[in-house]
T-cell receptor
C-alpha cells in the first residue's frame, strides 16, 4: 500500500512564527501536492511538485513556500504564520498518467491552529 | 481558471434511498476526472476515476459516475445508500488545458445517511 506520512497531526503556533510541515511518501511517485481543506471550500491547491527541486504554484500560494530536495519528501513552509492560515493541510502524491495526474494518495492531514 | 462546481453542499437521506451528486467543470478538451470520499475521521480516498473509454465508470462500494462531455459533467450515483456512506464527497478534475499536473477539487458535498 502507498503510504503518505505527514509529520504532525496537530500543531498550534503563534502569529509570526515559522512553520514547517513535512510529508514523506514511500512509492517513488513523481508528483507531490500540498492542499488546504476548509469547510465549504473543498481542497485548494497551494503548491505542487512534479520532480525533485521543481515546484509550481497552485491556486493559493501566497504566504507559503515549498521545498523538494528528495523525491520522497515535500515540505510546506509558512514563513510567518497568520491566523487566516489556520486550516487542515493535506499532502498527496501521485504517479503521472498520460501526462496528467493519476490517482492521488493522501496523508492523514495536519491541523494547524495559528493564535 | 479551471473550476469545479458541486451543486449540493449538504445532502440528507435515509438508508436505501438513491443518491446522485452533481459535478460540473469549466474546461473542455482531454480531462481526467475523479471522485474522492472522506469518511469521518479518515483521510481522503479514491472512489472512482475516469481517464478514457466507457463514460460510465464503476467504483468501489457500489458507486458509479457518468462522464457527459457535452455537459462538462461527471455526476456520482449510488442506487441504494447505507448508513456507512455518510461522508464528504469531492469531485476533482485534471485538464490538459490547465497546468498539466494540477488537480482541481470542488467544494465538497456532505452526505448524511439516516439509519
Amino acid at each position: 500500500d502507498v503510504k503518505v506520512t505527514q509529520s504532525s497531526r496537530y500543531l498550534v503556533k503563534r502569529t509570526g512564527e515559522k512553520v514547517f510541515l513535512e510529508c514523506v511518501q514511500d512509492m517513488d511517485h513523481e508528483n507531490m501536492f500540498w492542499y488546504r481543506q476548509d469547510p465549504g471550500l473543498g481542497l485548494r491547491l497551494i503548491y505542487f511538485s512534479y520532480d525533485v527541486k521543481m515546484k509550481e504554484k497552485g491556486d493559493i500560494p501566497e504566504g507559503y513556500s515549498v521545498s523538494r530536495e528528495k523525491k520522497e519528501r515535500f515540505s510546506l513552509i509558512l514563513e510567518s504564520a497568520s491566523t487566516n492560515q489556520t486550516s487542515m493541510y493535506l499532502c498527496a502524491s501521485s504517479l503521472r498518467a498520460g501526462g496528467l495526474t493519476g490517482e492521488l494518495f493522501f496523508g492523514e492531514g495536519s491541523r494547524l491552529t495559528v493564535l | 481558471a479551471q473550476s469545479v462546481s458541486q451543486h449540493n453542499h449538504h445532502v440528507i437521506l435515509s438508508e436505501a434511498a438513491s443518491l446522485e451528486l452533481g459535478c460540473n467543470y469549466s474546461y473542455g478538451g482531454t480531462v481526467n476526472l475523479f471522485w474522492y470520499v472522506q469518511y469521518p475521521g479518515q483521510h481522503l480516498q479514491l472512489l472512482l476515476k475516469y481517464f478514457s473509454g466507457d463514460p460510465l465508470v464503476k467504483g468501489i462500494k457500489g458507486f458509479e459516475a457518468e462522464f457527459i462531455k457535452s455537459k462538462f459533467s461527471f455526476n456520482l450515483r449510488k442506487p441504494s445508500v447505507q448508513w456507512s456512506d455518510t461522508a464528504e464527497y469531492f469531485c476533482a478534475v485534471n485538464s490538459y488545458k490547465a497546468a498539466g499536473n494540477k488537480l482541481t477539487f470542488g467544494g465538497g458535498t456532505r452526505v448524511l445517511v439516516k439509519p
